[in-house]
């Protein structure tokens, strides 16, 4: 013979179990230092992952990298969409000087990549 009711004892864990649980999912999460990744990020803030990646490659957003994956805290996402929107450099331009000055963009981008060889062609031949 158990000192226990063992089904009484089972409501009695049960109940708080659940109460325990109630009690987490009530409290707000603690967003400090809170990292998210691009797509839980364009999710909160109602964008496209890509637009998320420009914040981040523009400065608007600090981008944090896991390895290859891209995160952003969600504390600073929650403040910059809070600030509301911010006119970029590239509001300001004519199509003409976006174009200018994505063409010079690539233009150094070849440059470093060719100065990467060291003066070697592709396939190590000098």
């Known amino acids: 013979m158990s000192l226990f009711n ?3 004892l089972r409501d009695i864990i049960r109940d708080e179990v659940r ?7 009530g409290k707000k999460p603690a967003t ?14 109602s964008v496209a992952t ?3 990646r420009v914040w ?4 608007r957003l600090t981008g944090y990298h896991a390895g290859r994956v891209l995160r952003v805290r969600r504390a600073e996402l929650e403040d910059f969409l809070a600030a509301g929107p911010s006119p970029s450099s590239t ?5 003409e000087e976006l174009a200018d000055r994505r063409f010079r963009q690539r233009q150094t981008a070849g440059r470093e ?7 070697r062609l592709p396939g190590g031949a000098p």
């Open 50 to 52: 890509q637009t998320i």
């Open 113 to 119: 990549r060719r100065s990467n060889t060291h003066g």
């Open 56 to 59: 981040v490659r523009e400065g």
């Open 32 to 45: 400090v230092g809170e990292f998210v990744s691009v797509a839980d990020a364009a999710q909160i803030a």
């Open 91 to 95: 509001t300001q331009m004519s199509p």
């Open 6 to 8: 063992e089904a009484e």
């Open 19 to 25: 109460t325990a649980i109630r009690q987490e999912l």
